[in-house]
């Protein structure tokens, strides 16, 4: 239904193009929820704003092509993409206080967001349309709050306010960017449920962008391991969970704190993520931190690979799968056909 194939986007500077997503490819089913996770400045945000043409000034997409629903784009300038934004895809930023103007009620922006692009609509339609989708998204007293400024909200009420406008005109994907990092833990889990609930009502497809692998474990269906700009491990969620391959998705499931035994120390990764203008974009991206890396991983960029079970950019995991090929080969009596092939 959704469907990204190769996106790359580059931040230019001194004449030269820096990759902050590279090779980028997944698909979304009809009502699926994706997760993208990975560390601070991994490109989660850069890979999502490129396909609704929010890219900043410096930043433009160099490859790749969206399929929604059958209907190809190549052309990701923001001109382009307008009609999209909104109807087919629509964006739930982490901080709802950028995303709502506080001079305008929240009634009056959720029923903007539909104006846009019904603009033929009566103010009566408007109103009833807006009404609905402030009950659907849990918000109290709709004819109350409808007359709100965002100032009068609380942070959960504000996202929910969001959510209703991202919804409105019940776009195919929702891409959720760290939602609930600016609220407390309880708020946290209820815009969640929310996220989950409009999912499974309304069949809309979420890409959930959190660098928290427990949440995306809690809600996600297949899972996107990003980092620095490319896709290390994917696949869905329990079998990553169950049997991560990349040794950097291995580090972050370790280091979640619910997976730490009591009295046991905190996993960490090593070091941070490469700064985008001093990448080596000529060995695997991870090479710097991990503690398996050899030279092959120093001098080469690894293929994301089918291991089976699930997809993975390493070495390592190529290896132990190959490892596995040859070890079935050898089980074969001598002899046998296997010998000719
Ligand atoms: N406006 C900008 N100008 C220059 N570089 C930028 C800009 N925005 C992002 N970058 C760089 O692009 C890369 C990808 O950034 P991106 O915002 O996509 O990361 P992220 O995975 O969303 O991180 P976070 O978890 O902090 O939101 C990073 O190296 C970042 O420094
Ligand atoms: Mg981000």
């Given at each position: 239904m959704f469907e990204v194939r190769d996106l790359e986007a580059c931040f230019r500077k001194?004449?030269?193009?820096?990759?902050?997503?590279?090779?980028?490819?997944?698909?979304?089913?009809?009502?699926?929820?994706?997760?993208?996770?990975?560390?601070s400045g991994c490109g989660k945000s850069i890979s999502s704003l490129a396909l609704l043409g929010l890219l900043p000034k410096n930043c433009r997409v160099t490859n790749g092509i969206m399929r929604i629903n059958g209907e190809e784009y190549g052309d990701f300038s923001p001109e382009n993409l307008e009609d999209l934004r909104g109807d087919d895809i629509a964006m739930i930023f982490q901080e709802p206080m950028t995303a709502l103007n506080p001079l305008f009620t929240v009634g009056w922006q959720i029923g903007e967001a539909y104006e846009i692009h019904h603009p033929k609509a009566t103010k009566e339609e408007v109103r009833s349309v807006t009404y609905e989708i402030m009950r659907k998204v849990g918000l109290p007293r709709v004819?109350?709050?409808?007359?709100?400024?965002?100032?009068?909200?609380?942070?959960?009420?504000?996202?929910?306010?969001?959510?209703?406008?991202?919804?409105?005109?019940?776009?195919?994907?929702?891409?959720?960017?760290e939602p609930t990092t600016a609220l407390d833990v309880t708020i946290q889990a209820q815009i969640l449920q929310?996220?989950?609930?409009?999912?499974?009502?309304?069949?809309?497809?979420?890409?959930?962008?959190?660098?928290?692998?427990?949440?995306?474990?809690?809600?996600?269906?297949?899972?996107?391991?990003?980092?620095a700009g490319h896709v290390v491990e994917s696949g869905n969620v329990d079998t990553i969970f169950a049997d991560p391959q990349h040794p950097y998705t291995k580090g972050l499931i370790a280091s979640i704190p619910s997976m730490a035994k009591k009295g046991e120390k905190l996993h960490t990764i090593r070091g941070t993520v490469p700064d985008l203008y001093l990448r080596n974009n000529g060995q695997c991206p991870f090479a710097d931190r991990c503690d398996f890396a050899t030279d092959c991983c120093r001098n080469s960029v690894p293929d994301m690979t089918d291991i089976g079970t699930h997809h993975v950019r390493c070495f390592l995991a190529k290896a132990a799968s190959q490892d596995a090929v040859t070890e079935a080969a050898g089980v074969l009596p001598q002899g046998t056909e296997a010998d000719h092939a």
């Open positions: 001194n004449g030269q193009d820096y990759p902050a997503v590279t090779g980028l490819s997944y698909k979304i089913e009809h009502g699926e929820i994706l997760g993208i996770v990975g560390e004819e109350e709050v409808f007359f709100n400024y965002p100032h009068q909200l609380s942070g959960g009420m504000r996202q929910r306010v969001v959510i209703a406008m991202a919804l409105i005109n019940r776009p195919e994907v929702i891409i959720a960017d929310l996220l989950q609930k409009l999912n499974q009502e309304e069949g809309t497809s979420v890409i959930l962008i959190s660098h928290d692998l427990g949440i995306i474990r809690e809600i996600c269906d297949n899972v996107i391991v990003m980092y």
